[in-house]
């Protein structure tokens, strides 16, 4: 299994949020910086979160359009994909996939054009949950189904992948959800996983799940896990 850094965007910077309240977590700093220190590190992945986009605020396309030239071997764009338009835009970009979430479960007609237009194989989608585990959408301010529910409408897909993100766990480095078992076999594709993530431990019980990728922030960049590419 390997480990995916994740840059995530405001205003122009690399931050790490708790919960992904705003405000919230630390500041990293220049998101081209510290793209090219994880690429001379070695990390051949990246997961890139224009959090401003998700929220409808603003965006951060300028430095999207950078990162994905740096070089690394497989990079996912997520943030506010809500359009065949900017799907293809970040995938001209150089983009390997784009990460939907949102789009999903509130224009299903508006999904599956997108899907014609760039490929299943160009698209994960995030289930981003609770501790309930509902999905959240809308930059997780509403509540959707239930991840059940989610993983049995997205058997009937053939994408990239699925993105789990367990937002309770998020930014805070308090370990992952080991209920997640419950699920990760219901998904065809790319298996991933993001929230909390601590330690080598928490590494290898994803990897004894069966997940291909370990998302990982705040441990990355509180130095936990700096270097950690693989297990």
Not at 123 to 128: C, G, S, Y
Request: hydrophobic share 45%.
């Amino acid at each position: 299994m390997r480990v995916m850094p994740s840059i995530d965007l405001s205003n122009g910077i690399a931050v790490k949020r708790v919960h992904g309240i705003r405000g919230s977590g630390v500041i990293i700093g220049n998101p081209i910086d510290v793209a090219h220190k994880l690429y001379e590190l070695g990390y051949e992945s990246l997961h890139i979160v224009d959090l401003d986009a998700a929220e409808g605020v603003a965006h951060n396309e300028d430095i999207i359009k950078r990162l994905c030239g740096i070089g690394f071997r497989f990079v996912q764009v997520g943030g506010g994909i809500r359009s065949i338009e900017k799907a293809m835009r970040m995938l001209s970009y150089g983009a390997s996939a784009i990460v939907l979430s949102t789009i999903f479960f509130t224009d299903r007609n508006a999904f599956d054009n997108l899907l014609e237009a760039v490929g299943e194989d160009k698209v994960i989608v995030a289930l981003d949950y609770d501790s309930s585990h509902s999905v959240m959408i809308e930059g997780w301010k509403k509540k959707s189904v239930s991840l059940f529910e989610a993983l049995q409408e997205l058997s009937m897909y053939d994408l990239r992948g699925v993105l789990f993100t367990h937002i309770s766990g998020e930014g805070t480095e308090s370990g992952i959800d080991e209920n997640i078992e419950r699920y990760v076999n219901a998904v065809k594709g790319l298996k991933e996983y993001a929230g909390g993530i601590s330690s080598i431990e928490d590494l290898i019980k994803l990897k004894s799940l069966g997940f291909d990728y370990a998302i990982v922030g705040m441990a990355l960049y509180r130095g936990r896990l700096w270097g950690v590419k693989n297990v």
